[in-house]
């Protein structure tokens, strides 16, 4: 091998050159006074390297993020130092609750002038702390190169996460020398001993009622067809997190969909009644469990997760198989024994009947307007198996859960952890950006309200992402809890905004319409589909329509609320 | 709620204990007490982190505390295989009624005396927490001025956190 002399650069230009280097090729972001040097390098790198320049540094996050989402790869975002190094806060928190691979870059006052409260000085690595996987405050321009490194490996090793690299400007223009390396290959997880892997097997073995659960560390290479593998060889069922959602297609008839507070009446009973839940990449949130106390009280729980602070967490499981899940799924599925469970299956069969009679009962009741129901049916027709869903937070993104059709993994960007509202649109925009695919966002309008700057941004780059937003003038998801729970008190929930979101599309210079009908809905998005930019379908909805079943904080499967009548008693 | 004792080996840098005192608010650990100290290689630093708590939260502080990038190993010191030391100053009102008593508590517990003056003395005790929460008990009715304990700090007798 040649020896390789390092080429003498600024900072900046290091930077451009490792994030080339560790394959980066799109970076989301804005500028600004202690960014300027990475900018100018960027500029210089165009064709090597794309910047998309987003309306706001949270916007970026999430289009950092939602690129990830959507292709596996590491997102990548960059702003400057103070208000732009804030507004990625929400972002980098966002991703960090889902485990997504993101990059943050932040410039900062130079050296000398740090900790003096400098103008647009900010401690970013101290606020970003608790939120990031880990941060760094570069001091010498030599690290730098090997810190961005670093900062690669770690954000998508193990359980993915973010991290930020903070780089005073001094050190961007300082000189360094530059040496160019391999991708360095991930630190090996570690393997599961094969006597645990055999204990797994026996409890399987052993098991008659066998419930596969799935979360968002179920999205590995491969594991969409080991998991239905396995859950034809055990005869077993499927059901999923919120953050499982897509990671397998919802025909395959074993699989139930997601559970807990706003899940399918199946999955939840399938879980309640199974004598063995597998968990594979799952936290067992409180929103999946519902009151701990009583959950699947009479299952033994196989856990099987990269993250060994995850295992007996928030719940008490049989057996914890902490390292590589893709390994270690495919090891159990080699080793376990073919079985039939006729009992279980007829058992989740009935199920899996009363829950499409819940929901057709629903259906029947809503009369002739547009409901969420109908209209994601016709998503669901329109829609191909490559078109990316992301939602924003509330109703309709429950909806989003419990009715779209996934047909392969990486389909979704939703913030399933955070609950970020406001999330959508930039995320749409990235993933769009990172899988070339049409994107659908599926928002609300409260949540479209709070980024909705970003159709700039979607604008500029003529990005075709279609944008759904159901309209009911509330915020309909807390207007739900209010319903519910506070009396019908609508404390600040009723919107009576008088925004028109067609004329604020065309504004941004988008297409736009406004639908009350199923059938101009139908129209309205196979047009949007087809429309080579952003399109804004303003799809209005009942403000009294809810999101069920629903599971009441802290209850359980047995305090299931399946009507509105049941609701409201 | 039983107490344990936590040794964590961390790279000896800037905010890494910021790091790790961070993640016991976070996760809402209540810890008794935090030495921290560097160690015989000067890159890295030994924190010894003494807290009560049932299994579930000791294997939750331990497993989180391995997450951080800049902990290189975590251990419990087991009380029956590790030696542990805690030290207080205590300074106490120097009376011709409590003094004699001061000084015969401090010879029984091997305690010295580091200083003595008009009004105050003030006694050095080493030890495990125990010994110092009952030397404690014994000055209290003599009439504490201050003091101050270091915290526990721990070793294993026969292994050391990281491979010599």
Redesign the interface.
């Known amino acids: 091998m040649q020896k390789q002399e390092g080429k003498q650069m600024p900072g900046a230009q290091i930077l451009i050159e490792t994030l080339i280097e560790q394959g980066v090729t799109d970076v989301f972001g804005y500028p600004g006074g202690q960014v300027l040097n990475i900018y100018d390098e960027l500029y210089k790198a165009s064709d090597r390297i794309r910047h998309y320049l987003t309306a706001h540094e949270q916007g970026a996050a999430h289009a950092a993020d939602g690129y990830s989402r959507a292709t596996g790869k590491v997102g990548v975002v960059i702003a400057t130092s103070g208000p732009g190094a804030t507004n990625l806060v929400t972002g980098i928190a966002t991703a960090m609750m889902d485990s997504v691979p993101m990059v943050a870059i932040t410039g900062n006052v130079p050296t000398s002038l740090i900790g003096r409260d400098s103008f647009q000085e900010i401690n970013i ?2 606020i970003t ?2 939120i990031t ?2 941060n760094y ?1 570069v001091t010498d321009v030599n690290e730098l190169a090997d810190t961005i490194r670093e900062a690669f490996q ?1 954000a998508k090793s193990g359980r993915p996460g973010v991290v930020l690299v903070d780089i005073p400007k001094d050190v961007q223009t300082a000189m360094g020398t530059y040496l160019p390396q391999d991708i360095v290959p991930f630190a090996e997880e570690e393997e599961v001993p094969d006597a645990e892997i055999d204990q797994a097997v026996e409890l399987i073995n052993e098991a008659q009622r066998p419930y596969i659960y799935i979360g968002g560390g179920a999205a590995g290479e491969g594991m969409s067809d080991m998991i239905r593998a396995l859950a034809e060889k055990i005869d077993g069922y499927v059901g999923c997190t919120f953050m499982g959602l897509s990671a397998l297609p919802n025909s395959y008839e074993r699989f139930l969909g997601m559970e807990g507070m706003h899940g399918q009446y199946a999955s939840s009973m399938a879980n309640k009644d199974a004598d063995l839940i597998i968990g594979v990449g799952v936290r067992f949130s409180d929103r999946a469990t519902g009151n701990t106390e009583k959950y699947a009280k009479g299952a033994k729980i196989i856990q099987l997760d990269t ?3 995850e ?3 928030n719940i ?1 499981v049989e057996l914890g198989l902490v390292g590589n899940i893709v390994s270690s799924f495919k090891r159990i599925l080699d080793r376990c024994e073919k079985k039939e469970h006729p009992e279980w299956r007829e058992t989740v069969e009935a199920f899996k009947a009363e829950g499409k009679r819940i929901r057709d009962k629903e259906e029947e009741t809503a009369g002739p307007a547009l409901t969420p129901k109908k209209m994601f049916d016709v998503i669901n027709a329109v829609k191909d198996a490559d078109t990316v869903i992301a939602t924003d937070v509330g109703q309709h993104q429950m909806w989003t859960a419990q009715y779209v059709d996934f047909e392969r993994t990486r389909r979704f960007a939703s913030s399933g952890g955070l609950g970020t509202m406001g999330y959508g649109l930039g995320a749409a925009i990235g993933a769009q950006i990172g899988s070339g695919d049409r994107t659908v966002l599926i928002t609300g309008d409260g949540s479209f309200g709070m980024n909705l700057n970003e159709l700039a941004t979607a604008v500029t780059y003529n990005v075709p992402v279609v944008i759904i937003i159901m309209d009911n003038g509330v915020l309909g998801m807390v207007r739900q809890w209010q319903t519910l729970f506070y009396g019908k008190r609508y404390s600040n929930t009723v919107l009576g905004r008088k925004t028109d979101f067609v004329k604020l599309a065309e504004a941004f210079g988008a297409e736009g319409c406004r639908v009350w009908t199923l059938e101009e809905f139908r129209t309205a998005f196979e047009t949007a589909m087809q429309h080579n930019g952003p399109y804004v379908i303003d799809a209005m909805i009942d403000k009294d329509e809810f999101v069920l079943p629903m599971l009441p904080p802290g209850g359980s499967i047995d305090d299931i609320i399946t009507s509105r009548e049941e609701a409201e008693e | 709620m039983k107490r344990f004792v936590i040794a964590v080996y961390v790279e000896n840098k ?2 890494v204990l ?2 790790v005192t ?1 993640l016991f608010m ?1 996760r809402g650990f209540n810890i008794d007490s935090l030495t921290v100290g560097e160690t015989e290689d000067p890159a890295y630093s030994r924190i010894t982190i003494s807290m009560h708590g049932n299994e ?1 939260d000791k ?2 502080l331990i ?2 505390l ?5 902990v290189k190993n975590v251990r419990q010191m087991d009380k029956d295989t590790s030696m542990e030391r805690e030290l207080i100053l205590i300074k106490l009102e120097n009376t011709p009624e409590t003094r004699s008593e001061v000084m015969a508590a401090a010879e029984v517990y091997r305690a010295k005396i580091i200083d003595y003056s008009p009004r105050t003395l003030c006694v050095e005790v080493t030890g495990e927490p125990s010994k110092i929460n009952a030397f404690i008990e014994v000055m209290k009715p003599l009439g504490i001025v201050e003091m101050c304990r270091t915290g526990a700090v721990a070793l294993e007798r026969n292994r050391c956190i990281v491979d010599k």
Request: aromatic share 10%; charged share 25%.
């Open positions: 690595t101290g702390l608790p996987k880990h405050f770690l993250d060994i602070s295992i007996n967490k008490q | 800037y905010g910021t790091r961070g976070r579930n294997a939750q497993n989180q391995k997450k951080l990038y800049n």
